[in-house]
């Protein structure tokens, strides 16, 4: 009974499943064991809340706890209401701010990954390049920062570009600018405290690619009379192209829903989509409208999310 | 010609680095600073460190984060040893692309959305089996969700490179499977526990968006205090917890890294040398 499975399981056919040895870990049971738990406890606590989030975003706001309407009612002599409530999502429409800090959570995140992959691609690339010792204390360097706080870093970075701050000094003092430029509370502080936040996470998938990279192309490829920068955008860019799409949506993605970078870097214009559901839920108390916008942005995130499980799950397999 | 390229991309990753490195050192500097004006260097002095004594409120925050990262990266380890385990060693099973995704996907998942639909859950919970109530117990189980699925991707690359030729010879020797995973092979992926176990732990601790959303109104962790200090302005006081953070968690890492670095080291030359051996 075990010895076929066993044997489909396996990776590798030159190692026919001994008669000792049983499928898996344990058996049929173990194996269910090992699966089980982790698959149980994501579907309940991950998957299973959005599926409530779509809910609630039907019900209306109600002065109880918690604040919003039952969709399914049980009325006297066991009669069932159903209320579907689709006035959050006319509202979404109705009122300017949810467009528009919808459009702008696009082109902030779509410009912070544009920026990020401008820096961040010539440092894999550096890193890639580096001898194998160097290149483990550079990797070293780059993922550091993501192990620290990243609610410190974003102070930090505003201690540095807040109006009396040190970039600010530094730019005076050489000259480049008279008067102190008013960085802080604007577009591209938001842009700079995205590109500094997760900047790691561009260049690990982009020196992943990189470094297996087969130089002999670019060697033959100069043979042949290319120049380099030919042979950058025909032979290297087309290769690290999944590690540009993982790096993308790694830094795209958390990036549209992005809340502490835009409310302690950003000024009240600039309204991301993140801010927006913090204040519905916070400060007004709506949790359906909250709802609906997080359904909204799921929407939005949907294909970049599956792009980006696609070209993950590919990898994955590849290696496994 | 490739000399030139070079060149530049080394001096985009200095200029790089110095932009992750500079805003960090200038804080850590700042923290040091006897003038409660940031702007203005009073000279130096520790007294922020001696007032983050006396600040009950941080304190207290502290601990509970400590807490809430000491259960959720325990939880997540384990979390993301049953499910890499899981990946790796059964090729097809009913879930298996369910179980990938799900742990892909809290990876790129804005908090923001993670954070509301897990509250919606806790509280559509709660209603219905009065379980769990908003506090530590919400905060660890989202905790675990995010950081599991770090430490489940990390422990996965790890034991897909692990030679499973060991483990079936201590299972021709009579081992249990599971005698023979817990020894054989749990050694060697141990580096990936240590290091999933230590993010899992930075990241919880550092978290304020999710906790912000699951928490009750009672607790209230470090970055949620942080958070809303902050969001005043910046404080002399802060920058001397924030340079604590920073210094013991660079500190953890950095040391981590070099201790796995050489056992493993060791563990090669092991393996190396028990190779060399005649077969006999």
């Not at chain 1, 006297?76 to 999502?89: D, Q």
């Given at each position: 009974m075990n010895a076929p499975s066993s044997a489909h399981e396996r990776s590798a056919p030159a190692d026919p499943p001994g008669p000792r040895h049983r499928s898996g870990l344990t058996g049929r049971l173990g194996r269910w064991l090992i699966v089980l738990p982790p698959l149980v406890f994501l579907v309940v606590f991950f998957l299973v809340p959005f599926a409530f989030a779509f809910k609630i975003s039907f019900a209306q706001t109600a002065v109880r706890i918690p604040p919003f309407t039952d969709l399914i009612?049980?009325?006297?002599?066991?009669?069932?209401?159903?209320?579907?409530?689709?006035?959050?999502?006319?509202?979404?429409f109705t009122d300017d701010v949810y467009a528009i800090s919808y459009l702008y959570s696009i082109k902030t995140a779509f410009f912070s990954t544009i920026l990020c992959l401008l820096l961040g691609y010539p440092m894999a690339y550096a890193i890639a390049r580096s001898p194998k010792?160097?290149?483990?204390?550079?990797?070293l360097v780059i993922i550091l920062p993501f192990w620290t706080s990243f609610l410190l870093r974003v102070y930090a970075l505003e201690g540095i570009i807040r109006d009396g701050g040190l970039l600010n000094t530094a730019l005076q003092w050489l000259g480049i600018v008279h008067h102190p430029v008013k960085i802080m509370r604007t577009t591209f502080a938001v842009y700079l405290g995205i590109v500094y936040s997760y900047l790691p996470f561009m260049?690990?998938?982009?020196?992943?690619?990189?470094?297996?990279?087969d130089h002999s192309l670019l060697e033959a490829s100069a043979d042949l009379g290319s120049p380099p920068w030919k042979s950058f955008f025909d032979i290297t860019l087309p290769l690290s192209m999944p590690g540009v799409i993982a790096g993308s949506?790694?830094?795209f993605i958390p990036a549209i829903g992005e809340f502490?970078?835009?409310s302690l870097l950003g000024g009240p214009d600039n309204l991301m989509i993140g801010r927006v559901l913090w204040d519905e839920f916070f400060n007004n108390h709506d949790w359906p409208v909250a709802s609906t916008v997080a359904v909204a942005v799921l929407v939005l995130l949907a294909g970049p999310i599956a792009l980006y499980q696609h070209y993950n799950v590919r990898e994955m397999e590849h290696y496994g | 010609m490739r000399s030139g390229r070079l060149s530049f991309s080394f001096t985009m990753l200095m200029i790089g680095i110095a932009f992750l490195y500079v805003p960090m050192l200038v804080l850590i500097g700042y923290s040091f600073n006897a003038s409660p004006l940031v702007s203005v260097w009073g000279g130096f002095s520790v007294k922020?460190?001696?007032s983050l004594l006396h600040n009950r409120q941080l304190l207290d925050a502290a601990l509970l984060s400590l807490e809430i990262a000491l259960l959720s990266s325990t939880g997540a380890v384990i979390l993301g040893l049953l499910a890499a385990t899981a990946l790796v060693r059964f090729r097809q099973f009913r879930g298996r692309l369910l179980l990938t995704g799900m742990i892909n996907a809290p990876l790129v998942m804005p908090e923001i959305i993670t954070g509301i639909t897990q509250l919606l859950l806790f509280v559509s919970m709660a209603q219905m089996f009065g379980w769990p109530h908003r506090g530590l117990t919400t905060i660890?189980?989202?905790h675990v969700v995010f950081c599991g699925a770090y430490a489940a991707v990390t422990i996965q690359s790890r034991l897909i490179t692990v030679d499973r030729s060991l483990e079936e010879a201590a299972r021709d020797l009579g081992s249990t499977p599971l005698r023979a995973f817990w020894d054989v092979t749990l050694p060697m992926i141990m580096p990936a526990l240590a290091s999933s176990w230590l993010l899992s732990f930075t990241l919880s601790l550092d978290d304020l968006v999710i906790s912000s959303f699951v928490s009750g109104p009672s607790a209230s962790t470090l970055p949620m205090v942080i958070y809303s200090k902050v969001k005043l302005g910046v404080t002399p006081e802060i920058n001397a917890l924030a340079t604590l953070i920073i210094v013991a968690v660079g500190a953890c890492v950095v040391f981590a890294g070099y201790t796995m670095r050489r056992a493993e080291r060791q563990r090669d030359q092991e393996m190396q040398a028990a190779y060399r051996q005649p077969a006999g």
């Open positions: 009612t049980v009325g006297s002599g066991g009669v069932f209401g159903l209320s579907f409530n689709l006035g959050n999502y006319a509202y979404l010792a160097t290149q483990n204390i550079l990797l260049i690990l998938p982009l020196f992943a690619t990189l470094e297996k990279l949506m790694l830094v502490v970078i835009p | 922020w460190y001696g660890v189980i989202s």
